[in-house]
């Protein structure tokens, strides 16, 4: 698409009162509204009033280590966003779910669900759950191998896709002169016998307005980057510099073609965790505000699980120990290397690295005035590392409204982004074409009336 008529995308990434781990202990937020859902319902319309794409909720299926210090997840998602497609009109619906911890067929039919109760707006943030805490949850020992982890994903992928298409897009006729609800040749069994599942089928659901849910992928790894070409259609990444940003947008891109799909197809958002005031002292400050609110005790737990090392015990101010080569992480091994090689290109300490690490666990924290921040996104779009970025506010609820308020008006003046929605669907949002069903028409079935 030329430069000139590329539009960005823009998802609010909601978590708790802000994404930044000290957030709910800091003046400009409420904590006790993380247990509110009115709180993610009057967030989904601040992003809405800015024309947002969409709002996107993570997901992990265990309480672990943030217990102590942090506000963990309370809602599940596909419910929270249940209720959040009831107060608004437009704005997108992106739920985090695993498919390590799921079965395709109950799993096809909530996002089926969700997408006929919004019409069109459901999106799922495909994750394969790579915590020891939650292998725990389910009966394992330990997290399953990160390849069987996606080759699992991938199977999961193989049979929703078919559940999604097993209803045609006109099976339901409501035909009441002649009694006929659907008709039974359009409705398919997907006989779908892999290695993990074997399901027949149909999905006891109608085809999605959308057709399918918009797939979306959030693993940066040499796996989940194969995942990610094959499936996703927006890709969730954290990258800490514009270098980094177009490496990987670029080795993304490439990986389509193999797949018969063309570039456009697959929109890339990093995250970016903006601190926004008038002056970029004032921003600056308000972070560190944020910064020295950081429990160093649940940094260093946190830190010691994205990096498979015990540091709670580790001086704060040496540089970080002797780390693991990233194939033997069974977890997340993108972050893993993110984290290792902000670390190393800063020279820092493990008490800087945690102070970098809490806005955002890894996503780019930038402090500026609004002006910068538009800038900063221009340049990451323009410049070939973006198609759009997941706003993560730092709080909330007056982060995202600095945000809306502040930033999206110098996108739209400068032509970057809508003034308002010219689509109905997420699919129509991120410039995504409905899929076609796999099952093709049986020519010349009969109704039996
Ligand atoms: C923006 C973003 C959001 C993510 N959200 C979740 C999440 O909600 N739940 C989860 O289990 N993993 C989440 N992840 C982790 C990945 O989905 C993936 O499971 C993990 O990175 C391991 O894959 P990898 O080793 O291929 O990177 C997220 C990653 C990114 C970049």
């Known amino acids: 698409m030329p430069q000139a008529e590329r539009q960005m995308h823009l998802n609010a990434f909601l978590m708790g009162v802000g994404h930044h781990e000290a957030a709910w202990r800091h003046p400009r937020t409420e904590a006790s509204r993380i247990f509110d859902a009115a709180h993610f319902q009057e967030l989904a319309r601040i992003a809405e009033r800015g024309k947002l794409d969409a709002v996107f909720f993570a997901d992990t299926l265990a309480v672990g280590h943030r217990l102590e210090h942090n506000v963990t997840t309370v809602f599940e998602p596909i419910t929270l966003l249940a209720a959040i497609a009831a107060v608004t009109e437009r704005i997108g619906l992106i739920a985090t779910a695993s498919t390590g911890y799921n079965h395709p067929f109950t799993l096809a039919r909530a996002f089926a669900s969700l997408d006929h ?20 949850n389910f009966g394992l020992d330990q997290i399953p191998e990160h390849g ?7 199977e999961f992928l193989e049979a929703a896709v078919r559940l999604w298409d097993s209803w045609e897009d006109d099976a339901i006729v409501l035909d009441e002169a002649s009694g006929t609800f659907a008709v039974p040749s359009r409705v398919h069994r997907v006989d779908h016998t892999g290695h993990r599942f074997t399901i027949r089928g149909p999905l006891n659901s109608p085809r999605p307005p959308q057709g399918r849910p918009v797939l979306v992928q959030a693993g940066s790894s040499e796996d989940g980057i194969a995942f990610a070409a094959r499936w996703a259609e927006a890709v969730f990444t954290a990258q800490q510099t514009l270098e980094e ?17 063309s570039p456009d197809e697959l929109k890339v958002l990093p995250g970016i965790v903006p601190f926004i005031a008038d ?8 972070e560190q505000e944020f910064t020295e609110l950081i429990s160093p005790a649940y940094a260093l737990r946190q830190l010691s699980q994205m990096l498979g090392v015990d540091l709670t015990e580790h001086s704060l101010d040496a540089p970080l120990p002797p780390l693991p080569p990233v ?18 290109r800063e020279s820092l300490t493990v008490r800087q690295l945690i102070a970098r690490l809490g806005g955002g666990r890894g996503h780019r924290t930038f402090a500026g005035t609004p002006e910068q921040v538009a800038d900063e996104l221009e340049t990451w779009f323009t410049q070939g590392a973006a198609d759009g970025f997941n706003v993560m506010p730092p709080y909330l609820p007056g982060g995202l409204e600095d945000f809306v ?11 970057l982004f809508r003034t308002d929605y010219t689509g109905r669907t997420l699919r129509e949002h991120y410039g995504l074409q409905r899929p076609a069903g796999v099952f093709t028409r049986s020519s010349g079935a009969q109704v039996a009336v």
Do not use: C, M
């Open 117 to 136: 109760i919004s019409d069109g707006r459901a999106g799922w943030n495909i994750v394969t759950s790579g915590g020891a805490d939650e292998a725990a």
């Open 405 to 415: 308020d502040t930033v999206v008006p110098l996108l739209q003046e400068r032509g």
């Open 148 to 154: 069987e982890r996606y080759a699992r994903a991938h």
């Open 327 to 344: 194939h033997e992480i069974r977890g997340n091994q993108s972050r893993f290397q993110l984290v290792a090689d902000l670390a190393q």
């Open 279 to 286: 002056t970029e002292a004032e921003a600056k400050a308000l």
């Open 245 to 261: 940003g177009q490496r990987f947008y670029a080795a993304l891109k490439g990986r389509l073609a193999a797949h018969g799909r």
